[in-house]
């Protein structure tokens, strides 16, 4: 499992809608266009062939970031939600 941050501009309002539709089933919206997502590789998977058919591209842009156990521990968040746990860690 891994934690996966994934950020999205959309311009339009029916495929943005349907994007955070998709990733609201995978993840928790810590701001308006991003979400955390803490999944396997058949997840991971998963969500990208869903959001490939709602994206149209080259008028939308979606990126995925997937953070180490390393990279975890140096997140800084100032207000907001707090950090989406990924199993078995600890976040600090």
């Not at 994934?6 to 810590?30: E, F, H, M, W």
């Not at 939308?60 to 800084?76: A, C, F, I, N, W």
Request: hydrophobic letters at 40%; one cysteine or more; proline letters at 4%.
């Amino acid at each position: 499992m891994l934690l996966y941050v994934v950020a999205y501009d959309i311009p339009c309002q029916k495929r943005r809608t349907k994007a955070a539709n998709v990733l609201s089933a995978y993840g928790q919206r810590v701001q308006y266009s991003v979400f955390e997502c803490v999944l396997s590789l058949q997840q991971f998977r998963e969500l990208r062939v869903r959001l490939q058919q709602v994206v149209k591209l080259p008028e939308d842009s979606v990126r995925m970031y997937p953070l180490s156990g390393h990279t975890l521990g140096q997140v800084e968040i100032w207000g907001g939600v707090p950090l989406t746990k990924r199993q078995g860690s600890i976040v600090v």
